[in-house]
T-cell receptor
Framework: GENVEQHPSTLSVQEGDSAVIKCTYS??????FPWYKQELGKRPQLIID?????GEKKDQRIAVTLNKTAKHFSLHITETQPEDSAVYFC????????????FGKGTHLIIQP | AAGVIQSPRHLIKEKRETATLKCYPI?????VYWYQQGPGQDPQFLIS???????DKGSIPDRFSAQQFSDYHSELNMSSLELGDSALYFC????????????FGQGTRLTVV
């Protein structure tokens, strides 16, 4: 089955700086890669996703890159703000939807004022 | 906008009891997914349904069963509960024909004592 590795487990950055979270996956058939933000005690919320026919996608301060050859994808957050503090999960799926998502272990992002 | 509704939000059961969790997807969404998230853990995929048929199966124990009804709501039935079943159970829904992203409900927090 799919195995998703996520690094780092904790990331502390100064407000205004950029944050990068990286994930690798094992199943070359995976073709859907969403990123979820989860605040303490709340549900995971989709913040951005990318499909295998695209190498990069951007939405305001958030961008995701995908390297299918190397089987890794990354989340980039620029100009970080205190409200960006949360746990971020990457995930991968074989289907082009959320069927059977395999999640990474999560990254606790801390924005220092 | 309407979101995924889960009930109950909190549930306390004793060992060996049974529990039923309900999920009402976003209107017009035909696909439902169930995830289990232990404390400090990543969400683990349990099972999914598309048009009332099981579409994928993950790490769902044999003691658990689920189904999707004609109105697309889904129920997760859990029997012979164990202490280790204590977790947040999330339901997510999507409209697969249009490859719409999966949106998570608020979750049901199950505590087995």
């Amino acid at each position: 089955g799919e195995n998703v590795e996520q690094h780092p487990s904790t990331l502390s950055v100064q407000e205004g700086d950029s944050a990068v979270i990286k994930c690798t996956y094992s199943d070359s058939a995976s073709n859907y890669f969403p990123w979820y933000k989860q605040e303490l005690g709340k549900r995971p919320q989709l913040i951005i996703d990318i499909r295998s026919n695209v190498g990069e996608k951007k939405d305001q301060r958030i961008a995701v890159t995908l390297n299918k050859t190397a089987k890794h994808f990354s989340l980039h957050i620029t100009e970080t703000q205190p409200e960006d503090s949360a746990v971020y999960f990457c995930a991968a799926s074989r289907s082009e939807s959320a069927d059977g998502l395999t999640f990474g272990k999560g990254t606790h992002l801390i924005i220092q004022p | 906008a309407a979101g995924v509704i889960q009930s109950p939000r909190h549930l306390i059961k004793e060992k060996r009891e049974t529990a039923t969790l309900k999920c009402y997807p976003i209107p017009r969404h035909d696909t439902v997914y169930w995830y289990q998230q232990g404390p400090g853990q990543d969400p683990q995929f349990l099972i999914s349904f598309y048009e009332k048929m099981q579409s994928d199966k993950g790490s769902i124990p044999d003691r658990f069963s689920a189904q999707q009804f004609s109105d697309y709501h889904s129920e997760l039935n859990m029997s012979s509960l164990e202490l280790g079943d204590s977790a947040l159970y999330f339901c997510a829904s999507s409209l697969d024909d249009q490859r719409v992203e999966a949106f998570f409900g608020q979750g049901t927090r199950l505590t087995v004592v």
